[in-house]
């Protein structure tokens, strides 16, 4: 059985990018990762700003200026201003070439046409030059960005209105199980509610991956393979759920097997999660989630949305880690690594009861996951423990 850090690298050394690329308009384009420079197609800001409301002026030795006019925002005249003259103007306003600073009205007396200015003015003061920002023909943006509203705002605020970006995987779930029942039906014993298929969507969806598939199949050798066949020709990502321990009636591995799917592990040393299979047939990326519900939600974490993340083009991801004082015991048992589900504030983390990978209840009031390492038995209390925090918000 390989380690944590084995898997993990395993992970990292054979995910790439998707090599498809897209044509995205701006406004439909968060989340995604640019494929290629984005250059600025004017200069930022394109003319001189004033950057307050007050008075460009053309300075000169004395303190009082005579006011020739005014320029709003949006004005296209340009007024000459000789030394010693200046006009009114705004925030946002075109500067005139021949204004070399800008005073803010605050500091200034205003008597009738002329203005006496009430301190030291710098050249250039309050002035926004052109292409401050950016300038016409450089990068406004490298490859492998991803895009947030700011990114969005600015690459708009240049004119674009479309960039090419990597395309989000396709993803299909697929979840086995006879004792398998949709919530909303009449509950018979032996059956459960199956809840990983949208416990694993809700998840995607929060990190904006949308093109998801569902499908369902029996704990039966045929049908899992014939399904599984479907769904790798057709995604980039295959999710399954349970079906990939020991038991007799788990086919998930065999049927793998027998589709050729390139095993690059299976089973890690971990807890929970530790039937989890990674894989490869051509450029679909299979992952067989164990299907314990807190096992399956923590190898998506840790594994599954480090994959989508490259595959998109964001080859730098990683879940947030901090240090944190521990103010729980916990004794493991067993010489697997854990993923402790926890409750972190202010450099502060408890850890939670109930860690079984059966239970999603604590995993439901839980913000981060506390790592003990393999070769880590206890965690007293004031112990500095690593704590990866859970994206949830
Ligand atoms: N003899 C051994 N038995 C088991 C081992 C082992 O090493 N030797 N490993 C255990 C561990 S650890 C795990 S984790 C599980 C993983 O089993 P599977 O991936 O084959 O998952 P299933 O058996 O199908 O299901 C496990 C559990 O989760 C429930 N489940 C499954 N799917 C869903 C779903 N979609 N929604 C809600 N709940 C689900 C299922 O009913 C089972 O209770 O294997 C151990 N066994
Ligand atoms: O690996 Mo399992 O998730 O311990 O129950």
Do not use: W
Request: net charge neutral; hydrophobic share 40%.
């Amino acid at each position: 059985m390989i380690s944590v850090n084995t898997a993990l690298s395993l992970l990292n050394n054979n995910i790439d990018s998707l090599n498809t690329i897209e044509s995205k308009q701006l406004v439909h384009s968060l989340g995604h990762v640019l494929s290629e420079d984005v250059f600025s197609p004017i200069n930022m800001p394109p003319f001189s700003q004033s950057a307050m409301d007050g008075y460009a002026i053309n300075l000169h030795e004395s303190k009082v200026y005579n006011v020739i006019g005014e320029v709003k925002a949006g004005d296209q005249h340009q007024l000459k201003l000789k030394e010693g003259e200046a006009i009114r103007i705004f925030t946002g306003s075109p500067v005139p070439e021949s204004a070399n600073a800008i005073v803010i009205q605050e500091k200034v007396m205003v008597n009738n046409k002329t203005i006496k200015i009430e301190e030291v003015i710098d050249l250039g003061a309050n002035i926004r030059n052109i292409g401050e920002q950016v300038k016409n023909g450089d990068i406004a943006l490298k490859k492998g960005t991803k895009l947030s509203p700011a990114s969005v705002g600015f690459l708009i605020s240049l004119g674009i209105t479309e960039v090419k970006v990597y395309c989000k995987p396709n993803i299909a779930i697929v979840v086995t199980g006879n004792e398998l029942i949709d919530a909303g039906q009449q509950l018979t014993h032996g059956k459960i509610y199956e809840s990983n298929s949208n416990m694993l969507k809700t998840a995607l969806e929060k990190f904006g991956y949308s093109k998801i598939t569902i499908h369902k199949v029996d704990d039966n050798f045929n049908t899992t393979y014939n399904k599984l066949n479907e769904v790798i020709n057709k995604n980039d990502m295959v999710l399954v759920s349970g079906g990939i321990s020991v038991g007799d009636y788990d086919f998930v591995g065999d049927a793998l097997q027998k589709l050729d799917v390139e095993q690059l592990f299976y089973k890690v040393n971990q807890k929970p999660g530790k039937p989890l299979f990674f894989g490869k047939k051509d450029k679909t990326t299979v992952f067989a989630l164990p299907g314990n519900p807190a096992a399956s939600l923590t190898c998506f974490y840790i594994y599954v949305l480090t994959a989508l993340q490259i595959m998109s083009g964001h080859l730098e991801f990683s879940l947030n880690k901090v240090e944190a004082f521990s103010v729980s015991n916990f004794k493991k048992t067993g010489d697997r690594a854990q993923f402790l589900k926890a409750i972190y504030k202010n450099g502060i983390v408890e850890i939670l009861e109930s860690q079984n990978s059966s239970m999603l209840h604590t995993f439901a009031i839980s913000n981060a996951l506390v790592y003990l390492p393999e070769d880590q038995n206890e965690i007293k209390i004031k112990d500095k423990v690593e704590t990866i925090l859970l994206p949830l918000n």
